[in-house]
C-alpha cells in the first residue's frame, strides 16, 4: 500500500482546513462594497486592508515554517485555524478601522501558520513519486475555495452583511476541533528534537531568512513563486477594470469567464496534474508553463471577441495552476527536512507578490490600460530565461564534478 492511500483521510482534513481558509477569504468579496457603505471607508482603505493581510502573512510565513518542524505539524494547522476563526469573528462584529486592521492582520498569522504546515504535512505523507498528486490535491482545495468562497458569501449575505463572517467562523472552529481529535502528527518526536537543534542559532526575523534563501537550491523556484504570485496578482487585479473599459464586459461576464478558467485549474490539479508532472518533469512542466502564461497574457491585448478572450484567460490560468504545485512540489524535493521551513519561505514570496502586484498593476493601469499586462509578460519571459539558465548550470555542474570523479 502507497504512503498515498494509506493517508488519504489525513490528505482530505488537510484539503478540508486549506479549502475553509482560502474559501472565508473569498467571502469578502461580493460584500466589501455593501460594507464599505455601513462603515463608511473607501476603495484605498479597502486595499490597504487587503495589504495588510497579505504583508502579515508575508512576515509570519518564516518562522511558521521553521516551528512547525520543530513543533510539529499538528500543532501550527490547529493554532492557524483558530486564530484565523478568530479573525473572521472579529470582522464581523466590529466597526472601527484599526479593528478591521486587527482582524485581516490576525487572518494573515493564521494563514501563514496554517499553509506551510499543510504543504511540509503533504510532503511527509507521500513518496518523491506521489508528491505531485499530493501537492495537486491540497493546490486544488485552495483553487476551489477562492472559487466558491464569493459565491457562497453572497448567499449568506443575504441573510444579513456579517453572517458570513460569523459562518467562517464556525467553519474553521469545527475544522479546528475535528483537526485536533482526528489528524494524527506526521512528525515523529525524534524528528522534532532534530530540527529544534539545527534551527538553534539560527535567526528567525523574515529579514534573515529571505537572505539564507538566496544560498539554497530551491532559491529560483522561490523567485519563480514571486513571479508567479506577481504576475497572476497583477493579472487578476486589472482584468475587470481591463475588459469593462476595453470591451464593456458585465459583472456576470467577468465572473464568468474567471470562474471558468479557475474551476478547469482546480479539475486539472486533482486528476492529471500528478501524471503529467511524473511524465515530464518538474523542470520541461514550469519551463512550458512560464512561456506559455506569459504569451498569453500579452495576447490578451490582441484579442477582440468575448470568446477569444474566454479563451486566452483559461490557458493563463490553467498555466498558472498548474506552475504553482509543480513548483512546490520542486522545491519540497529539495528540501529534505527543511520541510516546513521551505514551505514557509513559499509562503511568504506568495505573499510578496500578492503584496506588489495591485500595487505596480494599479500604478501601470493608470498610466496605461495595456501596461500591466505588458509588464507581466515580460516578468514571466524573464522568468522563463533564468528557469532555462538554471537548468543549463545544474546540468554543467554535474557534468563538471563527473569529470572530476573520473
Not at 487578476?236 to 461576464?253: A, I
Not at 515530464?280 to 477569444?308: D, R
Not at 502586484?357 to 500604478?363: F, L
Request: hydrophobic residues 50%; aromatic residues 12%.
Amino acid at each position: 500500500m502507497s504512503l498515498f492511500t494509506k493517508n488519504r483521510g489525513a490528505l482530505l482534513l488537510l484539503m478540508l482546513n486549506i479549502f475553509l481558509v482560502f474559501t472565508g477569504i473569498g467571502l469578502v468579496i461580493p460584500i466589501m462594497p455593501t460594507y464599505m457603505n455601513e462603515l463608511h471607508i473607501n476603495g484605498s482603505m479597502v486595499g490597504l486592508l487587503v495589504a495588510a493581510f497579505s504583508a502579515t502573512q508575508l512576515i509570519f510565513s518564516p518562522l511558521a515554517g521553521r516551528l512547525s518542524d520543530s513543533l510539529g505539524r499538528k500543532k501550527m494547522i490547529v493554532s492557524g485555524m483558530v486564530i484565523f476563526a478568530c479573525s473572521e469573528l472579529l470582522f464581523g462584529v466590529v466597526s472601527t478601522s484599526p479593528l478591521l486592521f486587527l482582524s485581516r492582520m490576525l487572518g494573515g498569522i493564521g494563514a501563514a501558520f496554517i499553509m506551510p504546515a499543510v504543504m511540509a504535512y503533504t510532503a511527509d505523507m507521500t513518496t518523491s513519486e506521489e508528491r505531485a498528486k499530493g501537492m495537486g490535491f491540497i493546490n486544488a482545495a485552495i483553487t476551489t475555495g477562492f472559487i466558491i468562497g464569493p459565491g457562497i458569501g453572497g448567499f449568506i449575505a443575504e441573510y444579513g452583511i456579517r453572517v458570513p463572517f460569523y459562518a467562517a467562523f464556525a467553519a474553521a472552529g469545527i475544522a479546528a476541533v475535528i483537526t485536533q481529535l482526528v489528524l494524527p502528527e506526521s512528525l515523529t518526536s525524534q524528528m522534532r528534537e532534530d530540527a529544534k537543534a539545527k534551527s538553534l542559532g539560527v535567526k528567525q526575523n523574515l529579514l534573515a531568512q529571505l537572505v539564507q534563501s538566496v544560498r539554497e537550491p530551491y532559491f529560483l523556484s522561490l523567485v519563480i513563486v514571486f513571479v508567479m504570485s506577481f504576475g497572476l496578482a497583477n493579472y487578476e487585479t486589472v482584468f475587470g477594470l481591463f475588459v469593462d473599459h476595453k470591451f464593456g464586459f458585465t459583472p456576470s461576464d467577468i465572473a464568468f469567464i474567471i470562474t471558468f478558467g479557475s474551476i478547469s485549474g482546480a479539475v486539472v490539479q486533482a486528476t492529471v496534474f500528478g501524471w503529467i508532472l511524473n511524465r515530464f518533469g518538474e523542470k520541461l512542466v514550469i519551463s512550458t508553463c512560464l512561456v506559455t502564461s506569459s504569451l498569453f497574457v500579452l495576447l490578451t491585448l490582441w484579442v477582440q471577441s468575448y470568446w477569444m478572450i474566454v479563451v486566452v484567460t483559461f490557458i493563463v490560468f490553467l498555466s498558472i495552476d498548474i506552475l504553482r504545485p509543480a513548483i512546490g512540489t520542486q522545491m519540497s524535493k529539495l528540501a529534505e527536512e527543511q520541510q516546513g521551513f521551505v514551505a514557509g519561505l513559499n509562503s511568504a514570496y506568495t505573499s510578496l507578490g500578492n503584496i506588489i502586484g495591485p500595487v505596480v498593476a494599479g500604478y501601470l493601469f493608470d498610466k496605461d490600460i495595456n501596461f500591466p499586462y505588458i509588464s507581466a509578460a515580460l516578468v514571466l519571459a524573464l522568468s522563463f530565461v533564468l528557469s532555462l539558465l538554471a537548468g543549463r548550470g545544474k546540468r554543467s555542474a554535474a557534468h563538471t564534478s563527473t569529470s572530476y570523479s573520473d
